[in-house]
C-alpha cells in the first residue's frame, strides 16, 4: 500500500507560480511511473504531467507544456510539480498518482493504482 500527501497547493495571481509535493510513505517510490492529473469544479480529471519510474522521460498536456516541470527525487520519495506563468484555467483540485503498470497509458487515470487526497491550486486573474 502506498499512502501519497500532495502540498504545496494555494491562490496565486495569474502570471505567478507554485511548486506542488507529493510526498509518500508505505512503500518507496522509486518503481512507480508517477502522473500528475487535476479537476475543476464540474470537469472531468485531466492528465497533467507524467513521469516514468527512471526519471528520464517526462510528458505533459499541451495546455500546461512548456510553463510546468514534473521532477522527482526518489531518495526522498517525492515527485514534484513546478508550476510556472499560471493562468486562471490552471484553477482546479490537483491529485498525484502512482502506478506501476502505466507505460503508454500514462493520459487514462484508471491506469493508476494508488492517488493522494488533492490540494487546491486557486489562480485569480
Known amino acids: 500500500q502506498v499512502q501519497l500527501v500532495e502540498s504545496g497547493g494555494g491562490s496565486v495571481q495569474a502570471g505567478g507560480s507554485l511548486r506542488l509535493s507529493c510526498a509518500a510513505a508505505?512503500?518507496?517510490?522509486?518503481?512507480?511511473?508517477m502522473g500528475w492529473f487535476r479537476q475543476a469544479p464540474g470537469k472531468e480529471r485531466e492528465f497533467v504531467a507524467y513521469?516514468?519510474?527512471?526519471?528520464?522521460?517526462?510528458y505533459y498536456a499541451d495546455s500546461v507544456k512548456g510553463r510546468f516541470t514534473i521532477s522527482r527525487d526518489n531518495a526522498k520519495n517525492t515527485v514534484y510539480l513546478q508550476m510556472n506563468s499560471l493562468k486562471p484555467e490552471d484553477t482546479a483540485v490537483y491529485y498525484c498518482?502512482?502506478?506501476?503498470?502505466?507505460?503508454?497509458?500514462?493520459?487514462?487515470?484508471?491506469?493508476?493504482?494508488?492517488w493522494g487526497q488533492g490540494t487546491q491550486v486557486t489562480v485569480s486573474s
Open positions: 498518482a502512482a502506478g506501476q503498470s502505466v507505460a503508454g497509458t500514462f493520459r487514462d487515470y484508471s491506469r493508476y493504482d494508488y
Open positions: 508505505g512503500r518507496t517510490l522509486s518503481s512507480y511511473d
Open positions: 513521469i516514468t519510474w527512471t526519471g528520464v522521460s517526462t
